[in-house]
């Protein structure tokens, strides 16, 4: 099992950026992408979601700016980033989890698979 996250940069504030996570080694359609991040002496934080059935869930801060979305026939999932901020400033994740469409794991619990961060820093 793998989760391959790339796209990560060094951007300003107000450019955008596309992650991409690539799945293998499991049946990525019976799965739902997350996109979680961690901020230098910050927690780790759910940012995104799209359930194996489509539905998405964002973190607040970052609805309006962020888009995720799935390609099952390629196994991968993205996370369209725009109007970037600060504080969008963070190694971001991507896992996959199989949990129920109601069931978000925000805290991270219910993960199945985690990938390797990439990393995404915006400045001023």
């Known amino acids: 099992v793998q989760l391959q996250a790339s796209g990560g940069g060094l951007v300003q504030a107000g450019d955008s950026l596309r992650l991409s996570c690539a799945a293998s080694?499991?049946?990525?359609?019976?799965?739902?992408g997350d996109w979680f991040r961690q901020a230098p002496g910050k927690e780790r934080e759910f940012v995104a979601r799209i359930h194996r059935s489509g539905g998405t869930e964002y973190l607040d801060s970052v609805k309006g700016r962020f888009t995720i979305s799935r390609d099952n026939a390629k196994n991968m999932v993205y996370l369209q980033m725009n109007s970037l901020k600060l504080d969008d400033t963070a190694v971001y994740y991507c896992a996959a989890d199989r949990l129920v469409l109601s069931a978000v794991p925000r805290g991270g619990d219910g993960v199945a698979f985690w990938g390797q961060g990439t990393q995404v820093t915006v400045s001023s």
């Open positions: 080694g499991f049946r990525f359609r019976d799965y739902s």
